[in-house]
């Protein structure tokens, strides 16, 4: 049955075209997303969700989407998503980062220009028939300081183009690289330094409780005074009262904001005031802008729910639509193994090790480490997915930590799994063969080659004669048939394992009685 997605805001009909041509049923219901109950009402039939900003969606709607695998974002901004409920529930969310950072950073340097020059109030004032040149006095914008909080994508192409304009450029952003900052023509500084140098400052970073009110009253008055300030990335950056005192002080000569705390802002402390330039988020509204977001938004759902691609998740390690073949066994025996150490496990887990040998070293590990601690904690908590899993881990306080070798041993790719509770340390190793099912190639250092099955018995014993006849005489007699029957050991005599692939499942009963057998020291029912 073909995917179906919901789309529940105005898209563009290509983007439409878009999913169907790719054999995904699309249902456009454009004006849904404004209807909370409908949409809540109806969202358990789909496999998608594209929106755009007017959708909200919450966890009551989440709650009822018992087949949603991805929500799709055209745009950059996901505030709209209650992305925490939607991880939990194993919500793929996606945005399309790039598709209006052209078209943003150049909204950005539109509201430099009217800040600098005065443009809408000479207009309003040409307009009405006055005539005031000497009124409306601005200033160059050629060799002065240009500061950008945040230069990431949006940061680094308003820094080309004001770089263009013949500004000197300086950024403030924890994550620009010293060799990044040189590439792309910037001086990378401190917010303090920033604020001191600074003649104009734009804002290219995303809200969080780190960058709330970065720009705040104590930080307005350390600024250069005469200092202009843009935000075209997100309301609540810059605390909007302190600005507007600044602003009456004179103290900060102007600002151009696209952006507001409050949206849709039908009121705010900026609003009147002679040297503020206001736009209604408009940083994104461009022809090309929408068509792209939109566009790019059909495409990666539809990998996603075709192929298996993701692409741009804000919740997920990104899988590329050529690498997903090639990860699938490997996503399937990193969640087997971690289902493995997982069910043998009866305390908390404290530590988790995983080691990757050989090719699979140079794939998406993020991906298969994401797999891995799904299937160890899955035994544990129910409704954990691949997407919570690493999210749920570190709340737990789980360290875990990947190991990368470029040879392996035996096999071309090996993943080794360990696994550390109260005191005791779990290990266990598979690959995938040509075939590409994963198998197990070691336990707790024991080389055992096994595949997985549905139901096996994992029993430990000393290596005595007569055990294996013993085993299966107790199983025989329970009328528990056996599919495939591996062994290992350490040693001559020394310990010993037993992995047994069952027809069906197999009573606890019959595992105790196992268990009670001479020589065993474990068995266990396992689950895959």
Known sequence: MAPRVLISDKLSPAAIQIFRDRGVEADFQPDLGKDKDRLAAVIGDYDGLAIRSATKVTPKILANAARLKVIGRAGIGVDNVDIPAATAKGVIVMNTPFGNSITTAEHAIALMFAVAREIPAADASTQAGKW?????MGVEITSKTL??????????????????????????????????????????????????????????????????????????????KGVRIVNCARGGLVDE???REALDAGHVAGAGFDVFTTEPATENPLFGHPAVVCTPH?????????????????????????????????????????????????????????????????????????????????????????????????????????????????????AIEEVLR????????????????????????????????????????????????????????EDKPGYVGALGATLGAAGVNI?????????????????????GEIPEAVVARVQALEHVKQARALRF
Do not use: W
Not at 132 to 136: G, P
């Open 282 to 398: 408009l940083g994104a509204a461009t022809t090309e802008a929408q068509e792209n977001v939109a566009l790019q938004v059909a495409e990666q759902m539809s990998d996603y729910l075709l192929r298996g691609a993701v692409s741009n998740a804000v919740n997920s390690p990104s899988i590329t639509a050529e690498e997903a073949p090639r990860l699938r066994p490997f996503v399937a025996l990193a969640e087997k193994l971690g289902s493995f150490a997982g069910q043998l496990t009866d305390s908390g887990v404290t530590a988790v090790r995983i080691e990757y040998e050989g090719l699979v070293a140079g794939m998406n590990t993020r991906a298969l480490t994401s797999a891995a601690v799904t299937g160890l904690l899955k035994p544990l908590l129910a409704d954990i997915n691949m997407v919570s899993a690493p999210v749920i881990a570190r709340e737990r306080g789980v």
């Open 406 to 461: 470029e040879d392996a041993d035996t096999y071309d790719s090996v993943i080794r799994l360990s696994v550390t509770t109260d005191g005791v340390t779990r290990h266990v190793a598979g690959t995938v063969f040509a075939d590409g099912k994963p198998r197990i190639i070691d336990i707790k250092g024991i080389e055992i080659e096994a595949a997985f099955g549905p139901s096996m018995l994992y029993v430990t014993n």
């Open 241 to 243: 009262a302190a600005l």
């Open 132 to 136: 005031e040149k000497n009124r409306f």
């Open 147 to 224: 500061g950008i909080i945040g230069c990431g994508n949006i940061g680094s192409i308003v820094a080309e183009r004001a770089i263009g304009l013949r500004m000197r450029v300086i950024a403030f952003d924890p994550f620009l690289s010293p060799e990044r900052a040189q590439d792309i023509g910037v001086e990378k500084v401190e917010l303090d330094e920033l604020f001191a140098r600074a003649d104009f400052i734009t804002l290219h970073t995303p809200l969080t409780e780190k960058t709330r009110n970065v720009i705040d009253r104590q930080a307005l008055f350390r600024m250069k």
């Open 483 to 503: 599919a495939t029957f591996n062994l290992g050991r350490a040693a001559e005599g020394g310990d010993a394992i037993a992995i047994v692939q069952i027809d």
